[in-house]
Structures are given as C-alpha cells and as structure tokens.
C-alpha cells in the first residue's frame, strides 16, 4: 500500500482545508483509513478514522471540526477541516490500520494565529 497526501498550506486561524490521501494498493485487506498528524516537536498522533463500512472515529481534540471521508471508486481519502486552530499546525499523514503501511510524506498544515 502506497498513500500520497496532498491539501495542505497555510491557513489563518478559523479557516479550512480539504485534505486529500490517494491509496494505491490492496487497501480492502485492512480495517479501516485513517489520518495522523505530527505537530512539531511531538509524536504522530492519529485524528480521525473510517471503516470500509463508513463508520468514524475522531480523536477529541478534532470532533465536530473535522470530517473524513473516502471515495472508493477514486481510491481517495479526504479530511475536511474546519474552524482550524493554531495547535491542528503539523504534518498530515494517512494510512491504513493506524500504521500498517509504509509512512508517505505527509502535507503540511500550517494554522497562524
């Protein structure tokens, strides 16, 4: 599995992005897709995932601003983020499984304040 991600940028404080993940491979082996990100300085953590069945899971500090979703027929995953805050800045990183597939290089999202 090979996942490029794309979207990020610069961005003020209270605005939005659209991240974009394309997933080549044989992704429908594992459990779900899902979005980590690395501040800087600190550890990946993941924020959001979805299942092959459309169920998601958000980690607290993303709820109800941010909304993953996928298209399975372009092999895309997305993240809306909405309402951005300074400390959503880091790098954007998807996968399959939390980890299971080799890291991409990620997209930069850079919150200002």
């Known amino acids: 599995v090979r996942c490029v991600e794309s979207g990020g940028g610069l961005v003020q404080a209270g605005g939005s992005l659209r991240l974009s993940c394309v997933a080549s491979?044989?992704?429908?082996?594992?459990?779900?897709l899902d979005w980590s990100r690395q501040a800087p300085g600190g550890q990946r953590e993941v924020v959001a995932a979805?299942?092959?069945?459309?169920?998601?899971v958000y980690a607290d500090s993303v709820k109800e601003r941010f909304t993953i979703s996928r298209d399975a027929a372009k092999n895309t995953l997305y993240l809306d983020m909405i309402n951005l805050k300074p400390e959503d800045t880091g790098v954007y990183y998807c996968?399959?499984?939390?980890?299971?597939?080799?890291w991409g290089q990620g997209t930069r999202v850079t919150v200002a304040s």
């Open positions: 996968n399959v499984d939390r980890g299971r597939a080799p």
């Open positions: 979805i299942t092959f069945t459309g169920n998601t």
């Open positions: 491979g044989t992704i429908s082996r594992f459990n779900t």
